[in-house]
């Protein structure tokens, strides 16, 4: 089986930009979850996807937003992108939102603003 | 507001040593509990994870993990420890909906030969 896949794995942005990264979920599952991870720091939840619909969201402003679509794949937009954005963007799917189904993550994006 | 809290920032162990790596929680309810690990480069890969029942969870690798209640603890362990075990290790907690997984700072563990 196919496991996650996220594009691109690198990316320099100059601040105020914008960025899209994308996300191809594990087939068969149906939940993408969308995580920061800081230089030296544990991943922090942005917000997941359940069929399409978000179901849950962490502590991040508005400038970051997503999408799922039909086949369950996933972006992750950010806007007027910051210094401090520049961090490690992992993508897990999982097969249901509920915490028994295990997140499976992809190798990340690892973003950088200049 | 659920926690983590992995208070060991840098641990190094001799190859074939054992090995416990620390993780407190804070959390309501009854919490979900996992271990992470995260090579150089590459994404996370789940160790094992507590839901309910025996509080002594088995997992990949030769891993396992002691959930106590009364400590408010989810320490991972390893009785022999091998080269390739060098990695970042991540304690996690959730709730039913797994959409707010807390991820604890990170534990690096280096092996010496």
């Known amino acids: 089986e196919t496991g996650v896949t996220q594009s691109p794995t690198h990316l320099i942005k100059t601040r105020g930009q914008q960025v899209t990264l994308r996300c191809s979920s594990q087939?068969?599952?149906?939940?993408v979850s969308w995580y920061q991870q800081a230089l030296g720091q544990g991943p922090q939840f942005i917000f997941q996807?359940?069929?399409?619909?978000?179901?849950g969201r962490g502590n991040f402003p508005p400038r970051f937003s997503g999408l799922q679509f039909p086949n369950y794949s996933s972006e992750l937009n950010v806007n007027a992108l910051e210094l401090d954005d520049s961090a490690l963007y992992l993508c897990a799917s999982s097969y249901d939102r509920g915490s028994s189904s295990p997140l499976h993550f992809g190798n990340g994006t690892r973003l950088t603003v200049t | 507001a659920q926690s983590v809290t992995q208070p060991d920032i840098h641990i190094t162990v001799s190859e074939g040593a054992s090995l416990e790596l620390r993780c407190n929680y804070s959390?309501?309810?009854?919490?979900?509990l996992f271990w992470y690990v995260q090579s150089p480069g590459q994404g996370l890969q789940l160790l094992l994870k507590y839901f309910s029942g025996d509080t002594l969870v088995q997992g990949i690798k030769g891993f396992e993990a002691e959930f106590k209640r009364s400590q408010s603890s989810f320490n991972l362990r390893k009785p022999s420890v091998h080269w390739s075990d060098a990695a970042e290790y991540f304690c996690?907690?959730?709730?039913?909906?797994?959409?707010?997984?807390?991820f604890g700072a990170g534990t690096r563990l280096t092996v010496k030969p």
């Open positions: 996807y359940y069929r399409e619909e978000e179901n």
């Open positions: 959390y309501g309810a009854t919490p979900y």
């Open positions: 087939s068969g599952h149906n939940t």
């Open positions: 996690a907690v959730a709730s039913y909906n797994n959409n707010d997984m807390r």
